[in-house]
């Protein structure tokens, strides 16, 4: 995953690294909270019901 993450940041049409998991899946919370993910605060993806949406800050 460090390997992905460097790679896109090489790129510069690359304008933003994110993701989203399950709300139950705590050890991809963990990971992704390990590699600087943070929650993506848009309107849409706050309050979904499934999924929670993670962004890593520029």
Known sequence: ML???R???LHPEAELIAT???RENMVAARLYASLG???WDIAWAI???TE???R???
């Open 52 to 54: 929670v949406y993670v």
């Open 7 to 9: 790679r896109l940041r």
């Open 56 to 58: 890593l800050p520029e």
């Open 37 to 39: 993910f943070v929650p």
């Open 20 to 22: 989203s998991y399950r």
């Open 47 to 49: 309050d979904h019901p």
């Open 3 to 5: 390997e992905v993450i």
